[in-house]
């Protein structure tokens, strides 16, 4: 009985798939010139779309020359060959039950560490993420350092500012000065 | 008309020359002839390269395809608009153009420069001939625009589609002229050191042509992420291409420049840094030359790879070498005037925004770079992408940002608590304010939200430095408030101007942070197909495939989609995107066929359509669709950029002369004079 079913099911749902196709090929017209629009695309499928494949191949870079990376140079870039094909690379990698990481790594060792978008973050690599932080850390140190031993040399051994003399006055006096040009804008 | 071009480079060559050996003994001998004709070389520079440039158009205008440059960047259907711009579209052209702007520039400098400070102009006219001599013997030498071909070909092989943008027509001009009149302040600044005039007389001369230079640097940027946006197709401004990272860098460079002078100019410090930023600003131009025309980084915005590179790095090597001893010796002239009283000032919060805008720009320059040196070290190739550069250089931005807010609030020498207190606690209220609300609206990435919220801070310091200013105006006059921040900005164009290029600034960070929230599907459609997105908003925008139609157009065949738009249900329009074959006069395909994206902006988001190509030749389409939050405001903030540039930058502003009452009334409202008196 249910081998009956199941083979009148699969009658009817050929039949469906058969006349839809029919109807599509009816519905979707040739273009005039179909040379014009580039090279003939497949259609999208729902991995291309997928969310964790677009994260891995934006880690990847095409090896076009674009500089791009797979995911954008393939959505970009629609003469490209290179990036199609490494999307399908990453899809059958991805089929083997490969895990994200070692699907990076096979590209890694097929084209080398040039192939990720960002250089691993270890050895000689830190130096390209965190020497700049560090350079701009060290030089705001010692400017800090530096603009405090100029306001010491300025209130100890200085005493004039600009050539002025200083004030004759209280530092009651210079405070309330103070005060008082503050309560104006600017 | 190609013969007397090429004999107006030789001339202009002599004439360079000429003109720098004048322009130098001259003004070391103080001989008046000699710098008189300098001064004439200059001039005489201008007129032989405006022939070589004319000559040039005519053959471009003629379709004299026997010249290499004329076959190779134009076609017999290039419409007329490009047909001006494929003066600049290659390598050889673009040097000409470079040289001839150049040399405008330096006359410009001879014509312009005021009396008080004509003791530099032969140096400056020696300094210019000479870079416009070097520009044009690697022309003579190695790119000839020029050089003819054993034969003319029918038809020319036509320009690069991604060139036939108007962003392409005047993106190249404005980054150059920024680029080139960097030569200016440099050339002055050599002329300081050379004739040991080095107070801050030579600062006035070169402010007008360092702003000058500054605008067209900013507007050239803009234009190429703007071009990059809706040209590229990849939804996207800035990549952080080795050629876009090499126009960045002088423009931090002189922006840091823009701060740092203000110092000089007010107490006498920092001679030496503000010489060495100007140095290296103009050495940073050359070396984005060298990167653009050696082809030592891969970059799509490159020319091809051609020696000329090589002559660029030589003369980067051999200015840098001759303008670093030249400063290093001149350096006890250099000695600082005044001392920093207070570590709480203004004086102090420039010193820390120079050391971030020149911190970021040895980033840029270390992440450009970084992969040759690890090639060097390690001997390994790496990438350095998007990613990286955003992990180094946005925490570097934002503390940026976050001076960029401070500063104006800090006063002069020295600032007390109270009036620390006075002016920080409306903008630290608007930025923490502006925190709560967006961590309330569900907001959690770290970056949009620190990039929102020092915007909001620094926004509202900006807006306080105008409502103080107004209401004392106010106050003390009577004027309207809003006649008042017309006359604040009338009066004082420096100091308020620059506040709208710092508005500017926030407007574009936080349209840049608005693209973290960037989402964007593929879809293939039939026609009446639909596809879905939902914007970050939370508007389902509908996407519905009208058809396919091809038609002849111009210099190319196209095949446009058209796409009909809904928003929550309701039509707002229809996008149409291309695919454009481009061909020469007898129809062949001339490049490899491009796409013109469909956008719809508005002050929320942009809607971007793609069109990849079609499935087996029929009407159903592969499409992109991207939804781009904030994008209009990259473009809005970069107008308020450039308007605040030109309203510093615009002439006066200052007081009538011998008028006092009316300069105490120009002052109200943004001056305090902090001097200690007996």
Same mark, same amino acid.
């Given at each position: 009985?249910?081998?009956?079913?199941?083979?009148?099911?699969?009658?009817?749902?050929?039949?469906?798939?058969?006349?839809?196709?029919?109807?599509?090929?009816?519905?979707?017209?040739?273009?005039?010139?179909?040379?014009?629009?580039?090279?003939?695309?497949?259609?999208?499928?729902?991995?291309?779309?997928?969310?964790?494949?677009?994260?891995?191949?934006?880690?990847?870079?095409?090896?076009?020359?674009?500089?791009?990376?797979?995911?954008?140079?393939?959505?970009?870039?629609?003469?490209?060959?290179?990036?199609?094909?490494?999307?399908?690379?990453?899809?059958?990698?991805?089929?083997?039950?490969?895990?994200?990481?070692?699907?990076?790594?096979?590209?890694?060792?097929?084209?080398?560490?040039?192939?990720?978008?960002?250089?691993?973050?270890?050895?000689?690599?830190?130096?390209?993420?965190?020497?700049?932080?560090?350079?701009?850390?060290?030089?705001?140190?010692?400017?800090?350092?530096?603009?405090?031993?100029?306001?010491?040399?300025?209130?100890?051994?200085?005493?004039?500012?600009?050539?002025?003399?200083?004030?004759?006055?209280?530092?009651?006096?210079?405070?309330?000065?103070?005060?008082?040009?503050?309560?104006?804008?600017? | 008309m190609t013969l007397l071009g090429h004999l107006s480079l030789w001339l202009a060559f002599?004439?360079?020359?000429?003109?720098?050996?004048?322009?130098?003994?001259?003004?070391?001998?103080?001989?008046?002839?000699?710098?008189?004709?300098?001064?004439?070389?200059?001039?005489?520079?201008?007129a032989a390269l405006v022939v070589a440039v004319v000559s040039l158009e005519v053959a471009i205008f003629r379709h004299d395809f026997s010249l290499e440059y004329v076959a190779a960047y134009t076609s017999r259907?290039l419409?007329?608009?490009?047909l001006w711009?494929a003066l600049y579209a290659g390598q050889k052209g673009s040097l000409l153009f470079?040289a001839t702007?150049?040399?405008?520039?330096?006359?410009?400098?001879?014509?312009?420069?005021?009396?008080?400070?004509?003791?530099?102009?032969?140096?400056?006219?020696?300094?210019?001939?000479?870079?416009?001599?070097?520009?044009i013997?690697v022309m003579l030498f190695a790119a000839n625009p020029f050089q003819r071909l054993a034969f003319a070909p029918l038809d020319g092989s036509?320009?690069?589609?991604?060139?036939?943008?108007?962003?392409?027509?005047?993106?190249?001009?404005?980054?150059?002229?920024?680029?080139?009149?960097?030569?200016?302040?440099?050339?002055?600044?050599?002329?300081?050191?050379?004739?040991?005039?080095?107070?801050?007389?030579?600062?006035?001369?070169?402010?007008?042509?360092?702003?000058?230079?500054?605008?067209?640097?900013?507007?050239?940027?803009?234009?190429?992420?703007?071009?990059?946006?809706?040209?590229?197709?990849?939804?996207?401004?800035?990549?952080?291409?080795?050629?876009?990272?090499?126009?960045?860098?002088?423009?931090?460079?002189?922006?840091?420049?823009?701060?740092?002078?203000?110092?000089?100019?007010?107490?006498?410090?920092?001679?030496?840094?503000?010489?060495?930023?100007?140095?290296?600003?103009?050495?940073?131009?050359?070396?984005?030359?060298?990167?653009?025309?050696?082809?030592?980084?891969?970059?799509?915005?490159?020319?091809?790879?051609?020696?000329?590179?090589? *002559? !660029?790095?030589?003369? &980067? #090597? @051999?200015?840098?070498? /001759?303008?670093?001893? $030249?400063?290093?010796?001149?350096? %006890?002239? =250099?000695?600082?005037?005044?001392?920093?009283?207070?570590?709480?000032?203004?004086?102090?919060? *420039? !010193?820390?925004?120079? &050391? #971030? @805008?020149?911190?970021? /720009?040895?980033?840029? $320059?270390?992440?450009?770079?970084? %992969?040759? =040196?690890?090639?060097?070290?390690?001997?390994?190739?790496?990438?350095?992408?998007?990613?990286? *550069?955003?992990?180094?250089?946005?925490? @570097?931005?934002?503390?940026?940002?976050?001076?960029?807010?401070?500063?104006?609030?800090?006063?002069?020498?020295?600032?007390?608590?109270?009036?620390?207190?006075?002016?920080?606690?409306?903008?630290?209220?608007?930025?923490?304010?502006? @925190?709560?609300?967006?961590?309330?609206?569900?907001?959690?990435?770290?970056?949009?939200?620190?990039?929102?919220?020092?915007?909001?801070?620094?926004?509202?310091?900006?807006?306080?430095?105008?409502?103080?200013?107004?209401?004392?105006?106010?106050?003390?006059?009577?004027?309207?408030?809003?006649?008042?921040?017309?006359?604040?900005?009338?009066?004082?164009?420096?100091?308020?101007?620059?506040?709208?290029?710092?508005?500017?600034?926030?407007?574009?960070?936080?349209?840049?942070?608005?693209?973290?929230?960037?989402?964007?599907?593929?879809?293939?459609?039939?026609?009446?197909?639909?596809?879905?997105?939902?914007?970050?908003?939370?508007?389902?925008?509908?996407?519905?495939?009208?058809?396919?139609?091809?038609?002849?157009?111009?210099?190319?065949?196209?095949?446009?989609?058209?796409?009909?738009?809904?928003?929550?249900?309701?039509?707002?329009?229809?996008?149409?995107?291309?695919?454009?074959?481009?061909?020469?006069?007898?129809?062949?395909?001339?490049?490899?066929?491009?796409?013109?994206?469909?956008?719809?902006?508005?002050?929320?988001?942009?809607?971007?359509?793609?069109?990849?190509?079609?499935?087996?030749?029929?009407?159903?389409?592969?499409?992109?669709?991207?939804?781009?939050?904030?994008?209009?405001?990259?473009?809005?903030?970069?107008?308020?950029?450039?308007?605040?540039?030109?309203?510093?930058?615009?002439?006066?502003?200052?007081?009538?002369?011998?008028?006092?009452?009316?300069?105490?009334?120009?002052?109200?409202?943004?001056?305090?004079?902090?001097?200690?008196?007996?």
């Amino acid at each position: 009985m249910n081998d009956h079913v199941s083979r009148r099911g699969f009658f009817v749902a050929a039949v469906a798939a058969a006349g839809a196709v029919l109807q599509d090929s009816a519905s979707v017209g040739r273009v005039y010139d179909p040379g014009r629009a580039g090279r003939a695309l497949p259609p999208v499928t729902a991995v291309d779309n997928d969310a964790a494949f677009q994260r891995i191949e934006k880690r990847i870079r095409c090896s076009c020359g674009c500089g791009l990376d797979v995911y954008t140079c393939r959505t970009t870039d629609f003469n490209c060959t290179y990036s199609p094909a490494m999307h399908k690379e990453v899809l059958r990698l991805a089929a083997t039950g490969k895990t994200a990481q070692q699907i990076t790594d096979e590209f890694v060792a097929q084209y080398g560490e040039q192939a990720l978008m960002s250089p691993p973050r270890r050895g000689f690599n830190l130096a390209g993420y965190f020497v700049p932080s560090v350079v701009v850390l060290i030089a705001g140190i010692l400017l800090f350092l530096r603009l405090r031993r100029w306001t010491r040399d300025v209130q100890v051994g200085s005493p004039t500012v600009d050539g002025v003399p200083p004030p004759n006055a209280s530092a009651a006096e210079l405070e309330r000065l103070r005060q008082e040009l503050d309560r104006l804008p600017g | 008309m190609t013969l007397l071009g090429h004999l107006s480079l030789w001339l202009a060559f002599l004439v360079g020359l000429w003109g720098a050996v004048t322009g130098f003994v001259g003004g070391a001998q103080g001989r008046a002839d000699l710098q008189q004709s300098a001064r004439h070389a200059t001039f005489a520079l201008f007129a032989a390269l405006v022939v070589a440039v004319v000559s040039l158009e005519v053959a471009i205008f003629r379709h004299d395809f026997s010249l290499e440059y004329v076959a190779a960047y134009t076609s017999r259907n290039l419409p007329t608009f490009y047909l001006w711009s494929a003066l600049y579209a290659g390598q050889k052209g673009s040097l000409l153009f470079w040289a001839t702007v150049l040399s405008l520039f330096a006359v410009l400098a001879q014509l312009l420069t005021s009396r008080r400070h004509r003791v530099y102009l032969p140096y400056v006219a020696g300094v210019t001939c000479l870079v416009a001599t070097f520009f044009i013997s690697v022309m003579l030498f190695a790119a000839n625009p020029f050089q003819r071909l054993a034969f003319a070909p029918l038809d020319g092989s036509g320009m690069n589609p991604q060139l036939q943008n108007p962003g392409m027509v005047f993106h190249p001009p404005m980054l150059y002229l920024g680029y080139i009149s960097i030569t200016i302040p440099f050339a002055f600044a050599i002329a300081a050191l050379l004739s040991k005039q080095l107070d801050t007389e030579w600062l006035t001369a070169i402010r007008k042509w360092t702003l000058v230079s500054w605008l067209f640097l900013s507007i050239g940027l803009l234009i190429g992420m703007w071009w990059a946006y809706v040209e590229l197709g990849w939804g996207g401004y800035w990549a952080w291409d080795p050629v876009e990272n090499a126009a960045l860098l002088p423009w931090l460079v002189m922006t840091a420049f823009l701060h740092s002078v203000m110092i000089q100019e007010k107490r006498g410090m920092l001679k030496k840094w503000n010489l060495g930023l100007i140095i290296g600003a103009w050495l940073l131009s050359i070396f984005g030359t060298f990167l653009t025309r050696s082809g030592v980084i891969a970059s799509v915005h490159s020319f091809t790879q051609s020696p000329v590179g090589w *002559f !660029f790095g030589g003369f &980067l #090597l @051999l200015a840098a070498v /001759a303008s670093f001893a $030249l400063y290093a010796i001149r350096l %006890p002239l =250099l000695a600082t005037e005044a001392r920093l009283e207070s570590m709480v000032s203004r004086e102090a919060s *420039f !010193f820390f925004n120079n &050391l #971030l @805008l020149i911190g970021l /720009a040895f980033s840029v $320059l270390w992440g450009t770079l970084f %992969p040759i =040196l690890s090639e060097w070290v390690r001997g390994v190739k790496i990438t350095y992408g998007p990613a990286t *550069f955003n992990f180094v250089n946005i925490p @570097l931005g934002l503390v940026l940002l976050l001076l960029t807010g401070i500063g104006p609030l800090i006063a002069w020498r020295r600032a007390s608590l109270p009036n620390l207190r006075r002016q920080f606690a409306v903008p630290v209220t608007s930025g923490v304010f502006m @925190l709560l609300i967006l961590l309330v609206a569900g907001m959690r990435d770290l970056g949009p939200l620190l990039a929102i919220s020092i915007g909001a801070f620094v926004f509202a310091t900006v807006i306080q430095e105008f409502a103080r200013g107004a209401r004392a105006r106010h106050r003390q006059y009577g004027e309207p408030i809003a006649f008042a921040v017309v006359q604040l900005l009338t009066r004082n164009r420096r100091r308020y101007g620059g506040y709208i290029v710092h508005i500017a600034i926030v407007l574009l960070f936080v349209a840049f942070a608005g693209m973290a929230f960037k989402t964007e599907t593929q879809a293939t459609l039939r026609p009446g197909d639909s596809v879905t997105l939902k914007s970050p908003y939370g508007h389902l925008y509908t996407f519905t495939h009208l058809g396919i139609s091809q038609y002849n157009a111009l210099n190319r065949e196209v095949t446009a989609a058209l796409v009909e738009v809904r928003r929550d249900g309701k039509q707002i329009g229809r996008l149409r995107t291309e695919k454009r074959q481009h061909v020469d006069a007898l129809g062949r395909p001339t490049f490899e066929p491009s796409t013109a994206v469909g956008i719809r902006s508005d002050l929320r988001e942009d809607l971007y359509v793609v069109l990849g190509g079609l499935v087996n030749g029929t009407e159903e389409a592969v499409y992109r669709f991207t939804i781009n939050p904030l994008v209009w405001w990259v473009w809005f903030g970069g107008f308020v950029l450039v308007i605040g540039g030109l309203i510093v930058l615009w002439p006066g502003g200052g007081s009538a002369p011998g008028a006092r009452g009316r300069t105490q009334r120009a002052q109200a409202g943004y001056t305090v004079k902090l001097e200690a008196r007996p």
